[in-house]
């Protein structure tokens, strides 16, 4: 069996060893050798942003912000749903991974980074939530591995009360925020719905056409009628909202 080969390596923050690797066609991003993403899974990454933007369908001129580049899916995904005079900014806190997506990942996504429609921002997200009240349509949120951080354990305080009040700040009235967590979280689930908004949870699949949803997208808004317009085939329930 051929083994997997190591392309480029960098630390977090917190100083956890973060590595791509290839094994034939195929990429992986590793954290202290643990598995984090794979080229191969990534439908969430995709619905992270069918369901995130689903309310911007016929807006000419929609600003949405995607939170953690990883390899690139949820960016792409969301620049072929929107129009031309769209701009996605994506921040990405390490230039490490940026580079990886040029050096390496792009052929994967069709380059989204070289499309005139994307700004890049390289550090914390949550720097440029804060300073953006009230820009964005859609915040599409893939930071670290969820709100149960396993890179860098200051992302933690992005998923805080705090953190979701500032993403709603970041937001215009009838805007979304979308979550993307690799796993279920009931406790920070029941912080969601603690706050004023409507809030619908998904789960959703890693692999294109598998039976098996085990990934969670909590989708978040002012907007009663944001929220109802996503259909998903991963939906838990109905919407459910504490005003």
């Not at 390496?104 to 005139?116: F, K």
Request: net charge negative; with cysteine; aromatic share 6%.
């Amino acid at each position: 069996m051929k083994k997997r080969t190591q392309l480029a390596t960098t630390h977090s923050p917190d100083g956890s060893l973060l590595a791509l690797l290839q094994h034939d066609d195929e990429f992986i991003i590793t954290v202290d050798r643990q598995d984090l993403m794979l080229s191969r899974a990534h439908e969430s990454e995709l619905e992270l942003a069918r369901i995130g933007c689903t309310h911007l369908a016929g807006q000419q001129t929609p600003t949405v912000l995607v939170g953690g580049l990883g390899m690139g899916y949820t960016l792409r995904q969301t620049l072929d749903l929107l129009g031309a005079r769209a701009t996605v900014v994506v921040a990405e806190l390490l230039p490490e991974i940026v580079r990886w997506n040029r050096d390496y990942l792009g052929e994967l996504t069709n380059h989204p980074l070289q499309d005139p429609r994307v700004v890049l921002k390289i550090g914390d997200v949550a720097d440029v939530i804060r300073q953006s009240p009230g820009l964005f349509d859609a915040i599409l949120l893939d930071v670290d591995n969820g709100p149960q951080p396993i890179t860098d354990a200051s992302n933690r305080e992005l998923y805080s009360p705090a953190g979701i009040h500032a993403c709603i700040q970041a937001l215009r009235p009838t805007g979304c925020l979308a979550i993307w967590s690799a796993f279920d979280d009931p406790p920070f689930e029941r912080r969601l719905r603690q706050t004023s908004l409507h809030v619908r949870s998904f789960r959703v699949p890693a692999y294109a056409g598998s039976s098996s949803y085990h990934c969670c997208i909590w989708l978040a808004s002012r907007d009663r009628n944001s929220l109802e317009q996503v259909q998903s085939t991963g939906c838990r329930g109905p919407l459910v909202t504490t005003r």
